[in-house]
């Protein structure tokens, strides 16, 4: 793990927002280059201190997708801890309102290499450890839609 990664986030509980929006069966997917490996996981990031979980959401699909997005519905929660990180993921399901798909930057020390709609076995063929977690949980990416509930990724 980057140091600057675990100097920023480390030793506290972070709260993140993930939109999970589809075309057709396609999930929308953004490639993050990380040091020492990429990281393919749905658009989404950190929410500030009084900012509401609506205006992050909205906030972070604009900054890494160019995309205006409206929430539709809270679908599930996930928990990763893995030292020195901790973070509590919030699930919603989204819909694009406006603006075309573009690669945007990601303000959290993250370059945005890629960002595309993916199908499920495109999402299969990815190696697991560039996945976010919730894939390694659910890897058919279509049972996503399903979900309710808390899991630890």
Known sequence: MNQEIAEIYGKR???RV???CWDGDST?????KMPGH?????PGG????????ESALKREF???TGLEIMPEKFLFGCEFIKDPLHAIELFFQVKKVSGELARGSDPETQIIED??????????AIPKDSLHGIFKEFPNASVLRQLSGFYSI
């Open 28 to 32: 929308l997917m953004v490639k993050h």
């Open 13 to 15: 509980v972070r709260i």
């Open 115 to 124: 960002v595309k709609y993916l199908s499920p076995d495109e999402i299969l």
């Open 18 to 20: 993930c939109g999970l």
């Open 46 to 53: 950190g929410v500030e201190f009084g900012e509401s979980l």
């Open 38 to 42: 990429d990281l393919w996981a749905p």
């Open 62 to 64: 604009l900054e890494e």
